[in-house]
């Protein structure tokens, strides 16, 4: 399972490292230690938060987003598998964005729930590109 720093976390998040910093202190972000002692967060937990992070209603939490060159970086929250087709769930920010695409892309780029990756759109065509 693929894990990140704080900083990581905080960037995914659209917060400052300073706020993901706190919100571990306070118990909000689950973390550990690697083997370097440096505090990580699991993938799996930061999908988990990211998703209810944005379903708060604080508003204050929200930093106003805009996209540059419609690239949106995120998390993979869900990857729902179908005999031929796959729907990809990323959440950027308080952003969620859905992306059907073949079974084989998701499998070629290993995407699985915890990972990041950048939704990229064209119109109404999500992409996605494998951090």
Same mark, same amino acid.
């Given at each position: 399972?693929?894990?990140?720093?704080?900083?990581?976390?905080?960037?995914?998040?659209?917060?400052? +490292?300073?706020?993901?910093?706190?919100?571990?202190?306070?118990?909000?972000?689950?973390?550990?230690?690697?083997?370097?002692?440096?505090?990580?967060?699991?993938?799996?937990?930061?999908?988990?938060?990211?998703?209810?992070?944005?379903a708060?209603?604080?508003?204050?939490?929200? +930093?106003?987003?805009?996209?540059?060159?419609?690239?949106?970086?995120?998390?993979?929250?869900?990857?729902?598998l179908?005999?031929?087709?796959?729907?990809? @769930?990323?959440?950027?920010?308080?952003?969620?964005?859905?992306?059907?695409?073949?079974?084989?892309?998701?499998? @070629?780029?290993?995407?699985?729930v915890?990972? @990041?990756?950048?939704?990229?759109?064209?119109?109404?065509?999500?992409?996605?590109?494998?951090?």
């Amino acid at each position: 399972m693929q894990s990140y720093t704080i900083g990581q976390a905080a960037r995914l998040l659209g917060v400052s +490292p300073d706020t993901a910093r706190r919100w571990a202190d306070a118990g909000r972000i689950v973390t550990h230690r690697d083997a370097s002692g440096h505090r990580v967060v699991q993938g799996e937990d930061l999908a988990a938060f990211s998703v209810e992070l944005a379903a708060g209603d604080d508003a204050d939490d929200h +930093p106003s987003y805009t996209s540059v060159r419609n690239a949106f970086p995120g998390i993979v929250t869900a990857v729902k598998l179908g005999d031929v087709a796959a729907q990809v @769930e990323i959440q950027a920010g308080p952003h969620r964005l859905v992306s059907l695409l073949t079974r084989e892309a998701v499998e @070629e780029l290993g995407l699985e729930v915890g990972m @990041e990756a950048t939704a990229r759109v064209k119109s109404t065509n999500v992409h996605i590109d494998r951090a």
